[in-house]
């Protein structure tokens, strides 16, 4: 009994973390189709941020909910104004361009702070579930997750904002008609998925640790949640994230990781072969 | 200034090569320096592992040079970074041996960098010595490995930590390549022998560094003991991930790995306390030669340097045994070096006497098994003079000089 329910519980783990890591990329994927290859180095960056200021006596949460975000979105911002700004509907160049961003910043981490950083510990301590037992910080990410999403769903459904994000997404023309600027939104966006990816980045900096490199292994996961979504940016993400997560899961559980991996790479291209724009294009459509 | 004589050189080797299509080496300039090459990574994710044994590389040729060079020629040591990727690793042992035309080539960290370079070195007969800690069997003449293997390790750990946490089921955790997997078969043999089991193994590629489902699965097989042959940085999250999931205190952990990178620097007390590790050499050994070594390390790379792993220790080690070899044979040709290495050379350095082993061209080294403890080793238990017993079972270079495989222990497969 406290098996399934182990499972059911690393299961929703696993799922909220996809969904965490894969935020910020899919706003600037889904708003913009900017293909942002940074968006590793934006996590890294926030979990630098939590890291570093933990060592100068900063409280985790005060660097995940207000520093991590507000540097990062700094970063994007000056990304944006020096890099993205020039690409917009130029698919690969941005490919490429953000490619070369992301090698930078590893760069300069690595110059600034070495290559390797002695991690923060996980705060919370854990809970007794049964015969297993499971750190509470892992359950604090799940509820974090959730107010994330509802927090999105509410600005996306119900603000001003929200309206104005939608109106882009479906007709970037039509928006512009009706005295939207698209500039202001594509720069207002860049920097909120960069902000969201520093918060995420600060947020599993205790239990990844931190290396300059780290970027590399979260970008085809994030990738592949964000395509496998499709154009819904929420539903997307949370669709897929349930699927890719959840395979994974009960993959590792069955068999071993490797090949838990594996079953996640396959369930995605049988996903994309079958569904090519994307599980929103198909279900879900009216969250859009 | 030695860096502007390089340059300087290089322009006129450069120079040289363009004026001269034949081939005609301009060795002319380097005819007084002996060339040696080191390849380890300074940089990428496994540069834990290669900054202290790169320290120690560079301390034991400036000690050397310092009490004038070998053969009274002075050494010339060029580093070389293939920031943890396995294909710059045969590229520059490639460069190191054809271009540079080095005497020996000191280097390799994973077992997979050491697979990438031999063959390499091999077909241009440069010499080369090993100085991780790795999971044994390799038999080639060209090839000394200075580093502990599993007989002089794991035979004697793998009973005492079942003994000392009253443990017969063992879980294994592992990275993903050759060392891992190898490790495992032998962990999985002396476990055996001990009347244990391993209950599971799993394998993890080196840059996962989420293991929540995996500690869930920990905790369902409930296994007595966790060993873990992790490697690298992002593997490193693991122990925190263990405390964070509460296991610290429920299941006690030893490791194969845990340190030669100077994990117990990386990682916080709460994390590593009580994790139970056996290496041929720890910094706290009480030696007077390990404490001068010590001294001189500090002194050349400043306080905050890393720590001396094994690898480091056994860098300046392999160094120094070259250099006894090449006096003993009076040249730094390949063969005669050999033939002076297999006469069982000795060098009494930090990491106590090292003897080369000629039958396998292992060391025979003092092992020992510590408990990782506030940053700290605390030694449990030393084991004097240990033969590399794993590949002298299978290797025998002077019955077979042109033997060059690596021979892998036979363990019946387990399931799970």
């Not at chain 1, 519980?9 to 293909?35: D, E, H, K, P």
């Not at chain 2, 040729?61 to 690793?89: C, F, H, T, W």
């Not at chain 2, 990275?175 to 993890?204: M, S």
């Not at chain 2, 001396?308 to 120094?320: C, D, K, L, R, S």
């Amino acid at each position: 009994m406290d098996y399934v329910a182990i499972i059911l519980l690393q299961t929703t783990i696993s799922i909220a973390n996809l969904v965490l890591i894969s935020a910020g990329l899919a706003v600037i994927f889904g708003m913009m189709r900017v293909i942002n290859f940074a968006h590793g180095e934006f996590l890294m960056l926030g979990g630098y941020t939590a890291v570093i200021a933990a060592q100068h006596g900063v409280p985790l949460l005060l660097s995940c909910f207000v520093l991590a975000p507000i540097l990062v979105g700094l970063v994007g911002l000056v990304v944006e104004y020096l890099v993205i700004r020039h690409l917009y509907g130029r698919l690969l160049d941005t490919m490429l361009a953000t490619w070369g961003v992301s090698l930078i910043l590893i760069g300069l981490v690595t110059v600034s702070f070495g290559n390797s950083v002695s991690g923060i510990s996980t705060p919370f301590g854990s809970v007794a579930i049964g015969r297993f037992t499971i750190g509470l910080y892992e359950l604090f990410l799940v509820a974090v997750t959730i107010a994330l999403v509802v927090a999105g769903y509410l600005v996306m459904r119900f603000s001003r904002i929200g309206l104005i994000a939608r109106a882009t997404m479906q007709d970037r023309e039509m928006a512009e008609a009706l005295g939207i600027n698209q500039r202001a939104v594509y720069r207002a966006t860049f920097v909120t998925g960069a902000a969201l990816s520093g918060f995420a980045g600060a947020l599993i900096a205790p239990i990844a640790g931190v290396v300059p490199t780290i970027g590399a292994s979260y970008l085809a996961k994030c990738f592949i949640t964000v395509i496998s979504g499709g154009p819904a940016i929420i539903a997307g993400t949370l669709s897929a994230s349930g699927l890719l997560g959840g395979v994974n899961v009960i993959m590792t559980f069955l068999s071993t990781p490797v090949l838990a991996e594996v079953a996640l790479l396959a369930t995605a291209v049988i996903l994309l072969r079958v569904l090519p724009q994307g599980i929103t294009s198909k279900f879900f459509r009216r969250s859009q | 200034m030695k860096d502007m004589q390089r340059r300087h050189f290089l322009g006129l080797g450069a120079a040289g090569l363009l004026a001269t299509p034949f081939l005609a080496r301009p060795a002319l300039a380097a005819a007084d320096k002996i060339q040696i090459a080191g390849i380890h990574d300074a940089s990428g994710g496994i540069d834990i592992y290669g900054r202290p044994m790169i320290n120690c590389l560079n301390l034991a040729v400036d000690k050397l040079n310092a009490a004038g060079g070998v053969l009274g020629r002075e050494i010339e040591l060029v580093n070389y970074d293939p920031q943890s990727n396995m294909q710059l690793y045969a590229q520059y042992a490639t460069e190191a041996a054809t271009r540079q035309r080095a005497a020996v080539v000191f280097g390799g960290i994973l077992s997979a960098s050491r697979e990438a370079m031999r063959p390499v070195l091999d077909r241009y007969r440069t010499l080369y010595f090993y100085s991780l800690l790795y999971e044994g069997g390799v038999c080639d003449r060209n090839t000394f490995c200075m580093g502990s293997t599993p007989g002089q390790t794991l035979e004697k750990f793998t009973p005492y930590v079942m003994q000392k946490f009253g443990g017969k089921k063992v879980y294994v955790l592992a990275a993903d390549y050759n060392y891992g997997q190898i490790t495992t078969r032998w962990i999985e043999k002396f476990v055996r022998e001990n009347g244990g089991d391993v209950v599971r193994a799993d394998f993890f590629p080196l840059d996962v560094n989420d293991f929540g489902s995996t500690i869930r699965q920990i905790q369902a097989q409930a296994p007595d003991i966790v060993m873990s042959v992790l490697v690298g940085g992002a593997h490193n999250a693991f122990y925190r991930q263990w405390l964070a999931s509460g296991m610290k205190d429920k299941i006690p952990m030893a490791s194969t790995t845990f340190g030669i990178g100077n994990e117990q620097v990386l990682t916080t007390s709460e994390e590593h306390d009580g994790i139970i590790v056996s290496y041929a050499y720890f910094d706290g050994i009480k030696s007077p030669e390990n404490e001068a070594f010590k001294t001189e390390y500090y002194a050349k790379f400043g306080d905050k340097a890393d720590a001396i792993t094994e690898g480091g220790a056994m860098t300046y080690h392999a160094v120094n045994l070259w250099a006894k070899a090449v006096e003993m044979a009076g040249t730094i040709e390949r063969d005669p070096v050999i033939e002076a290495l297999e006469t069982g050379l000795s060098f009494s350095g930090p990491a106590g006497v090292t003897t080369i082993n000629a039958q396998t061209h292992h060391n025979t080294l003092d092992s020992y098994i510590a408990e990782v403890r506030a940053n700290n080793y605390v030694v449990l238990e030393s084991f004097s003079q240990q033969p590399p017993s794993d590949t002298l079972a299978v290797c025998d270079l002077g019955a077979n000089p042109n033997d060059a495989t690596q021979y892998v222990v036979e363990v019946p497969e387990i399931a799970g």
